[in-house]
């Protein structure tokens, strides 16, 4: 009874920012950044645009590749870190943009696992006959994030003016991990499959002793007022992260989940034909295939075309090998993502034959 994948859709910002391009701001290349990550190329959203805007856009595209209406859909579920406002969150303005009516909608945050949390939940509602049609979603702007300053502007093509020593030094200081991510959005449409296809096994995981590797740590309720000036000024709006150790982690629990799931159902490893992993670095990628013992082929990658989208890499990686026929019928894949908390897991799918 695994729910079916039924349409895929995704929302991109047109504004492509290249590696050199960021080069102009800070003291960095593309040649190192293509060798520590594989990322060529990012979208940024512009001013005014947000993550919201992106889901429902991704929605309404993912709804209408599925063959449905919006009112046919009668369970949302978004997955993002960057929402438009703290509170209440995405869920109910994606709701409204994308037309859906007044169906139960779940803002959900697991970050680069946020995704892989809702598809699981997705075939939860499916299998026990709590909804028959569920979107989920995942989009990020992380624009916001970015230590750039005014060079902002610069990157989105609003300013001529050169960067300021001041500009330059704050992204100096963030380099490590604002080249990394990019903005985007991709949503999945299910319905209830069958006992053979659709989502066969899920595997879901929480380690807080990993809350470290990467955290944003304010403004946060833990503080009076919630916000501050000094936070920002300190830079604490910002992820704070320890890369290394998030590699060694990413590139260990991945491939154990993508076993575990396997071992979870009445496959083995060699019936795989796709991993849609979430796509954080592609020596991680690389990593994953070494430990299992897969081909790179088997791995799937377009990192380099978006960068680190946190919960919209892994519908934007489905949507992208769909629309390359890179999932025929009967095709055995595993989604499986880290990410932030540390959450993570895998889902084991099997494309239904025709
Ligand atoms: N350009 C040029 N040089 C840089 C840059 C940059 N953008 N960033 C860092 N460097 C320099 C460093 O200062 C350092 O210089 P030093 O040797 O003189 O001190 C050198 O490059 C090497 O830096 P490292 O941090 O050791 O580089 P590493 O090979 O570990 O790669 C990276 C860093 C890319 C961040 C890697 O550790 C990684 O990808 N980690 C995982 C990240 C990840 O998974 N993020 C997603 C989190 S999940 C979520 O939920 C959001």
């Not at 293509?34 to 005014?48: D, E, F, N």
């Not at 006992?195 to 503080?223: C, K, Q, R």
């Not at 916000?227 to 629990?253: C, K």
Request: net charge negative; glycine share 10%; aromatic share 6%.
């Amino acid at each position: 009874m695994g729910a079916h994948i039924v349409g895929s859709g995704v929302s991109l910002p047109p504004t492509i920012v290249t590696n050199d391009q960021l080069a102009t701001i800070m003291d960095t290349s593309d040649e190192w950044i293509v060798k520590r990550s594989g990322v060529r190329q990012r979208h940024i959203a512009s001013p005014g645009v947000g993550s919201a805007e992106l889901a429902a856009e991704a929605v309404v595209n993912a709804v209408a590749n599925a063959g449905l209406q919006p009112g046919d859909v009668d369970a949302l579920i978004s997955a993002t870190m960057t929402p438009d406002h703290y509170a209440p969150g995405n869920a109910p303005l994606i709701q409204d943009r994308a037309g859906l009516g007044r169906v139960g909608s779940f803002e959900i945050r697991q970050q680069c696992a946020g995704f892989l949390y809702g598809l699981d939940m997705a075939d939860m509602l499916l299998t026990t006959g709590r909804a028959d049609t569920v979107v989920v979603v995942g989009a990020e702007v992380h624009r916001g994030y970015m230590p750039y300053g005014d060079s902002m502007d610069i990157l989105l093509g609003l300013s001529d003016a050169d960067p300021t020593p001041e500009d330059i030094a704050l992204a100096n200081d963030g380099r490590a991990w604002s080249v990394l991510f990019g903005d985007g959005a991709g949503a999945l449409v299910l319905q209830r499959g069958t006992e053979t296809s659709g989502v066969l096994a899920s595997t879901l995981h929480s380690d807080g002793t990993l809350f470290d590797l990467i955290h944003v740590p304010g403004p946060g309720f833990i503080n009076y007022p919630w916000s501050t000036t000094e936070q920002i000024d300190d830079g604490l709006h910002q992820p704070q992260m320890n890369g290394a150790e998030l590699f060694r982690q990413a590139v260990r629990l991945m491939p154990e989940s993508v076993i575990a799931v396997l071992d979870a159902s009445p496959y083995e490893l060699g019936d795989l034909d796709l991993i849609v992993a979430h796509q954080a670095n592609q020596r991680i990628l690389d990593g994953i295939a070494k430990q299992l013992g897969v081909s790179s082929e088997v791995v799937a990658s377009n990192i380099a075309n978006y960068g680190n989208t946190t919960a919209a890499t892994l519908p934007l990686l489905f949507h992208d090998c769909k629309t390359n026929n890179r999932v025929p019928e009967g095709t055995l894949l595993a989604f499986t993502a880290f990410g932030a908390g540390a959450h993570w897991g895998s889902v084991l799918y099997r494309e239904p034959d025709a």
